[in-house]
């Protein structure tokens, strides 16, 4: 009854590896969960540093019920000064809670269930908003983890690419991401060190960066039709998304913490320009337009860190191994 298991981030990014598609499943099961009001999202919790602004540790508690019936907890830092250093910028630890006794029973390594279920977000939106699994050309914008993630589950989906564009600040970071991309994926990349350019054209585009404010401040950034997924959320300025159709995963979550679309409402007084959920897209609810871009900003709920890492929680007891802690719990019984 009071077991507790711990599982590290080579464990899961194993599970992630062998379960991409299923990952892509389980996300789009809890967005609709999610949109029926099956689930509990508190807003996340930022703690920010006065001398490191630019750095910060979230807390993104949440409940998911149906078939997982689990409440959690992720714990996730964000330092880009790690990057200098070739460090990773995230790092997290999920915890789970059993929701008949409130106790934890495991504690994951969540920097990789982190990033798995943002890529498996960013796919399943190319999929809803674009109805195919084709690129004739597609943008990515920032060739770090999260990207490099967002293309594996792009692979696992069975995307077809005609052009792949990598554009990152940093030259050298988007070469090696090209190579990686050639080499393991089957994806022959370039490399695009003008950002207009790497954009032009295309019919998919992807941000993950890890841009603090806009850099994007054309309005003519964008065309008609062109689907954008806003994954790190605050590169594009407020012009551009009060122009663009614009699909949330979570209006009032998404509409905060200086998000581009939070951005826009400061500034133009209303959220008029949100048009829907992914959920509502999924089914139906809502039609892409084909007359503006389409802007896709995940917010990235807590609920789906908890179907994430609930699925390589039960994986990773059914193959043995997660790691048991027996008496991790100094007492369970009352007088």
């Keep these: ?103 934890p029973f495991a504690c994951l390594e969540a920097s990789q269930i982190s990033a798995a279920r943002t890529a498996a977000s960013a796919v399943l939106a190319a999929q809803e908003l674009t109805g195919k699994r084709t690129a004739k050309r597609l943008t990515l914008v920032g060739a770090g983890i999260i990207a490099r993630n967002i293309l594996e589950f792009f692979k696992a989906q069975e995307w077809d690419v005609d052009d792949l564009v990598i554009h990152d600040r940093i030259p050298a970071y988007g070469q090696a991401f090209a190579e990686y991309a050639d080499a393991d994926l089957g994806y022959p990349a370039r490399v695009e060190a003008d950002l207009k350019t790497a954009v032009d ?29 806003n994954i790190s959320l605050r590169d594009i300025g407020p012009e551009i998304i009060v122009a663009a159709q614009n699909i949330l995963d979570d209006v009032g979550h998404c509409m905060t913490a200086h998000t581009s679309p939070h951005l826009a409402e400061q500034k133009y007084g209303h959220r008029e320009f949100i048009d829907g959920t992914l959920a509502q897209v999924i089914r139906g609810q809502v039609e892409v337009a084909t007359d503006r871009p389409v802007i896709f900003s995940p917010f990235g709920l807590g609920v789906l860190d908890l179907a994430v890492g609930t699925h390589v929680y039960r994986t990773a007891q059914e193959s043995g191994e997660a790691v048991e802690i027996s008496d991790f719990f100094g007492e369970t019984q009352r007088w």
Aim: hydrophobic letters at 40%; charged letters at 20%; zero cysteines.
């Design 1 to 103: 009854m009071f077991e507790f298991s711990i599982i590290g981030g080579k464990t899961a990014r194993d599970i992630i590896r062998r379960s991409r598609k299923q990952i892509v499943d389980e996300v789009r099961a809890t967005y609709l969960a999610h949109e029926d009001g099956d689930s509990v999202n508190p807003n996340s919790y930022f703690l920010r540093f006065p001398e490191k602004p630019d750095s910060r540790i979230i807390a993104l508690p949440a409940y998911l019920g149906g078939e997982y019936n689990v409440a959690g907890i992720k714990w996730i830092s964000s330092f880009p000064g790690n990057i200098e250093h070739k460090v990773p910028r995230a790092s997290a630890a999920l915890l789970l809670n059993d929701y008949a006794t409130g106790y």
């Design 201 to 229: 054209g295309a019919d998919l585009v992807v941000f993950a960066t890890t841009a603090g404010e806009p850099h994007v401040l054309d309005p003519a950034a964008f065309a008609p039709g062109q689907i954008v997924l």
